[in-house]
């Protein structure tokens, strides 16, 4: 599961964002720091950055609402002026891999299971990392191209918008499925 801004190692004021309370109001506010990496985040090779999470149900609206939080973060980031191209394929990268996470990832609604997924933005000064971890240990798999099927070029789209993506198992049994973004100079 990604690390949660209560749990950081060097503690922040979270920052309001600077968006209108209509946008989205049903969803709570991009909370957003720059923090230090803590020991973990070292091993990753991960930098200083921005980050946000928000926990959603693994329901069909939970895409529309990622895609409001994504929003709302690269408002407060400003990278939504950064261009239109960066913007539209950071909405189509979350809302694929949300979809996954909602379709394949979690449990039916009447398993007794935990049905909650998490959306991660981690913002570094030369990308936008998108990760979704859900509560299933099945790994994504990229099936085979099938022109005629209604469903299944998700990974395509993410393989084809992103700079790399990959995903680990996260404890308990699950795993975090990411997308690695570059940001563009406008």
Do not use: Y
Not at 26 to 46: F, K, M, N, Y
């Amino acid at each position: 599961m990604a690390p949660s801004p209560e749990n950081s190692a060097h503690p922040t004021s979270p920052t309001q964002p600077d968006t209108p309370a209509e946008v989205g109001s049903d969803l709570p506010p991009c909370l957003s720091r720059t923090s230090e990496t803590g020991p973990g985040g070292l091993e990753l090779g991960l930098a200083p950055a921005v980050f946000a999470a928000h926990q959603f149900d693994a329901v069909p609206i939970s895409v529309a609402q990622s895609r409001t939080f994504l929003m709302r973060c690269l408002t407060r980031w400003r990278l939504n002026t950064s261009s239109q191209a960066f913007t539209d394929c950071a909405l189509l990268i979350v809302s694929e891999l949300v979809t996954n996470a909602v379709l394949h990832a979690a449990p039916p609604p009447h398993h007794r299971g935990n049905r909650q997924i998490w959306l991660a933005l981690h913002m570094q000064p030369t990308a936008l990392i998108c990760s979704i971890t859900d509560p299933t240990p099945t790994p994504p798999h990229i099936p085979t191209h099938d022109l005629w099927a209604e469903t299944g070029r998700g990974l395509h789209l993410v393989t084809a918008l992103s700079t790399t993506w990959g995903w680990t198992p996260t404890p308990p049994p699950g795993k975090t499925v990411w997308a690695r973004l570059t940001l563009t100079s406008s």
